[in-house]
């Protein structure tokens, strides 16, 4: 079965400090891709980042960069320098093999300190 | 300059009322989708179409229906709305080019409460 999975419901971070948020996954496919999504208390939701199974390098993305380890099934979204502007729930989504829909994972509520 | 727009917003309905959410997107992409997010925030798929045919239809009930009238619009239908119908629903459109890295851009949202 395909799943995602997000370990920490919630997480705080101080201002101007870095902060890695966790995804793992499970498939057979060996082709997939890997997002991160962004969603504000305002509501929308703004994509971040997209990694592919097949992609050596990890993916940047300005402040944000995505810590793919295939083997481990885990593509963890870190954030460096955090700005208060971050606070936010993040969710991890992917699209397996051929399928279309994005397969979401349950969401991180970031609180960023001053 | 809006990317992908939704209306309304928010939408308060009463109990077996008819609604209906537009959705509209200027990226010139050719698929489309709505998405269900639930008072968890979990987010699941609903619907897709590509080039005005329906290509994604998850269990749902037959009380909703999408509508796809050209690659730009995307509207969805719901009948004798419930109490559990309550949420946030989320259009989506990105261009295939049957890359598993080809990017889905969300709308606003629109906020459903049924009374």
């Known amino acids: 079965a395909q799943k995602i999975t997000q370990t920490q419901p919630g997480m705080f971070v101080q201002e101007k400090e870095a902060v890695t948020l966790d995804c793992t996954y499970d498939?057979?496919?060996?082709?997939?891709?890997l997002f991160w999504y962004k969603q504000p208390s305002s509501g929308e939701m703004i994509f971040l980042i997209y990694q592919g199974s097949y992609d050596e390098q990890n993916a940047t993305e300005g402040r944000y960069s995505l810590n793919f380890q295939k083997a481990r099934k885990s593509a963890n979204l870190v954030i460096s320098a955090s700005q208060l502007g971050d606070s936010a729930m993040y969710f991890c989504a992917m699209r397996f093999g051929s399928a279309r829909q994005l397969t979401f994972g349950s969401g991180t509520q970031l609180t960023v300190l001053p | 300059d809006t990317a992908v727009s939704q209306t309304p917003k928010y939408l308060v309905t009463q109990m077996g009322n008819d609604k209906s959410i537009k959705c509209e997107q200027n990226l010139g992409h050719d698929t489309m989708y709505w998405y269900k997010q639930d008072s968890k925030k979990f987010l699941k798929i609903m619907f897709s179409?590509?080039?005005?045919?329906?290509?994604i239809n998850e269990t749902v009930p037959n009380r909703f229906s999408p509508k796809s009238p050209d690659k730009a619009h995307l509207n969805l239908h719901i009948n004798s709305l419930e109490l559990g119908d309550s949420a946030v629903y989320f259009c989506a459109s990105s261009q295939e080019g049957g890359r598993v890295t080809d990017t889905q851009y969300f709308g606003p949202g629109t906020r459903l409460t049924v009374l």
């Open positions: 179409y590509n080039n005005k045919e329906l290509i």
């Open positions: 498939t057979s496919d060996q082709s997939y891709g």
